[in-house]
């Protein structure tokens, strides 16, 4: 592949008087297109007396009430009045009352290790003053997880029961999981408009494709025994579903559920643009500001609620997993009694209620001091590896691969599709290097490879070497895996911070935040890969007298170059679902295009660049896969 781009860029050398690009008859107007058809969609198609947006907008109030009674609950109580005649008729849930329930559960669900976990969390988020964004993000990201988790889980009981449905299911998630965060929002914002509705409408979109997949492998893993013993006990296929395959499936479940968790997590920032505000909108603001300061803390109250949930999902998939006792009705009672005598409490002592400004810590400074320093003591060293990465290496890559001729690709695209998966693969990939270019967005996609390929490399060049180290080493089997999760349990814009804090805007800020967040996929497949080889393998090279490094080149590598592949291809994954991200810095690609189209409104635009984006990831995902699969047949074979 690499060698055939190779081949298409000296093309575009050795013969720039001719015209390689895009031909004429290809290019089609599809952002039109695509613009009219949501348009028509909006305000041309009539349901009931009603146009679609009409309609669509009476369901976003419907979903926005239930959203509105929680943040009354939580935040603000209940009021009568405005301005300085405003009188609190209800006192919202007491902070230290939520504070208790989320130890207390944190308990219950893992260890005592989880409740200082929890402790610390509602520790920091109170004294740092960030209480009522937390819980607006809080009440967001659970609503998002709900739908996504039924929905998730209803479609792929469908799934799992039909072969063409989980045909059809299975390719439309892959489209789903490549589209760009900020496409989803562009079509909701039509159709749902500002506000918390769109948001989760977005979230539980961008969030349910994880949940369908847990639920497909989940189900199919279930013993066919025990489904066959209970229709021999006479069950009926729902008596079947609810009290047999339900129950096993649910450790698996539960593992699905964490990953909703996770990408709900990811939309934390991004749907703070369209007016839900929490902690998302207080790092947006800081990032527009260059205030890192007050960007870090409050990223680090999302990084710390995206662990806390994390891990108290994963001990409730430990849990049920190991058949353990739930949370008794005896115990909700006194944990019932405690919330009222609390919130009732906190009329008289408002400490309770509210925490007070005046007591409030604050890191602003510390990361703000430290940002003066570095740019003080370390602005010249930075600003060399800044210029020499950028002069040196990035833009002569970028020019070189802006040059690129759309017919010689196409051609090698297609004939790398055909040789590693067949004429299917072929025709696939052919398909849609074609859409990129007869969308008009050809320039923009060879800069988004470009962005891609090196933030790639970049992370392989750092996890590899770091996953063989840690490989083979058990002791450290736990904390690596902690220091994995709590990597992937990030919100992409956080990983921006600290890139422009270091090397401020441009493309090295984005391929650093890119590789970064996509650095741990690697150290975890390369990890995986090499700890499954087998064993026999191994004490075969040894016994013919392999040095470590002929055990590793011979039998470990050939071994784990299936798992290998899988990992590139998920990594690549990651970096394509962080461009939109990196376009914040300046970046000329696609990410920057679907930004555009966002702040533009141009929603017709953002769905096809959309689709661009995930033709790149789709046709990686696809190549990847057939070279993954001839790999692993050729391993067998051997």
Same mark, same amino acid.
């Given at each position: ?404 001729? @759309? &017919? ?6 297609? $004939?790398?599709? *055909? !040789? %590693? =998966?067949?004429?299917? /693969? ?125 055990? @590793? &080149? ?6 784990? $170059?299936?798992? *290998? !592949? %899988? =990992?590139?291809?998920? /990594? ?67």
């Amino acid at each position: 592949m690499a060698l055939g781009l190779a081949a298409a860029l000296v093309i575009g050398f050795l013969f720039p008087t001719v015209d390689f690009g895009v031909p004429a008859w290809l290019r089609l107007p599809l952002s039109d297109w695509a613009e009219k058809t949501m348009q028509f969609l909006a305000s041309g198609l009539h349901v009931g007396g009603l146009t679609l947006q009409q309609l669509t907008r009476i369901v976003a109030a419907g979903f926005d009430a239930p959203i509105k009674a929680l943040v009354a609950v939580f935040v603000d109580g209940v009021a009568k009045g405005s301005g300085f005649n405003k009188v609190q008729i209800v006192p919202p849930v007491s902070w230290l009352a939520v504070a208790i329930v989320v130890v207390f559960a944190c308990h219950r669900l893992g260890s005592l290790r989880l409740a200082v976990l929890g402790v610390v969390v509602t520790g920091y988020i109170v004294l740092f003053g960030f209480y009522a964004p937390a819980m607006l993000t809080l009440i967001n990201v659970l609503g998002s997880i709900v739908f996504a988790v039924v929905a998730g889980l209803g479609l792929g009981i469908w799934a799992y029961s039909d072969d063409r449905v989980y045909s059809a299911v299975r390719a439309v998630m892959n489209i789903m999981q490549t589209v760009p965060i900020f496409s989803y929002l562009l079509p909701t914002l039509l159709f749902f408009g500002y506000g918390p509705s769109a948001a989760l409408l977005a979230t539980v979109i961008y969030a349910m494709p994880p949940m369908v997949h847990a639920t497909v492998l989940a189900f199919r893993a279930i013993p066919p025994e025990i489904v066959e013993y209970a229709r021999m006990a006479g069950c009926t296929p729902r008596q079947v579903l609810w009290r047999v395959e339900l129950p096993t499936a649910l450790p698996k479940l539960a593992i699905g559920v964490n990953q909703a968790v996770m990408m709900s997590f990811n939309m934390v920032i991004i749907t703070s643009m369209i007016g839900v505000g929490g902690l998302g909108y207080l790092v947006l603001q800081s990032l527009r500001k260059l205030d890192i300061g007050s960007g870090m803390q409050a990223g680090m109250a999302i990084v710390l609620l995206g662990v806390l949930l994390d891990r108290m999902t994963m001990a409730y998939s430990d849990r049920v997993g190991r058949a353990k006792d739930r949370l008794g009705a005896r115990q909700y009672g006194p944990l019932a009694a405690i919330v009222a005598a609390l919130t009732a409490l906190s009329i008289a002592l408002p400490v309770l209620q509210k925490w007070p400004s005046a007591w409030t810590i604050t890191s602003a400074p510390f990361w703000n001091g430290l940002v003066s320093w570095i740019n003080v003591h370390l602005f010249d060293w930075l600003e060399a590896i800044r210029t020499f990465l950028l002069l040196d290496i990035l833009n002569p890559y970028r020019n070189a691969v802006a040059v690129l001729p @759309f &017919v010689p690709v196409l051609v090698v695209v297609t $004939l790398a599709g *055909l !040789l %590693l =998966g067949g004429t299917r /693969t072929a025709l696939f990939v052919g398909v849609l290097t074609a859409f990129i270019g007869s969308a008009g967005f050809w320039e923009p996609a060879l800069n988004s490879f470009y962005l891609v390929s090196v933030s790639v490399a970049a992370a392989l060049l750092a996890g590899v070497p770091i996953g063989l180290f840690f490989a083979r080493r058990e002791a450290w089997r736990a904390p690596v895996a902690f220091f994995l999760d709590t990597l992937q349990t990030l919100p992409t814009l956080v990983y921006l911070l600290p890139a422009v804090m270091l090397f401020r805007n441009g493309d090295v800020s984005a391929i650093f935040a890119i590789s970064a967040y996509a650095v741990a996929t690697v150290i975890r497949y390369v990890i995986e890969g090499i700890r499954n080889v087998p064993v026999e393998r191994r004490e075969a090279g040894l016994m013919n007298g392999c040095s470590p490094l002929q055990l @590793f &080149v011979h039998i470990d590598l050939p071994s784990a $170059l299936p798992s *290998l !592949l %899988l =990992g590139l291809n998920q /990594t690549i994954m990651m970096a394509l679902s962080m461009l939109i991200i990196a376009a914040m810095v300046g970046t000329k690609d696609l990410g920057q295009e679907v930004f555009m189209s966002l702040t533009r409104a141009q929603t017709g635009t953002g769905i096809v660049v959309g689709l661009c984006v995930a033709a790149l990831g789709l046709i990686a995902d696809a190549l990847l896969k057939s070279a993954a699969e001839r790999v692993s047949r050729a391993s067998k074979e051997h």
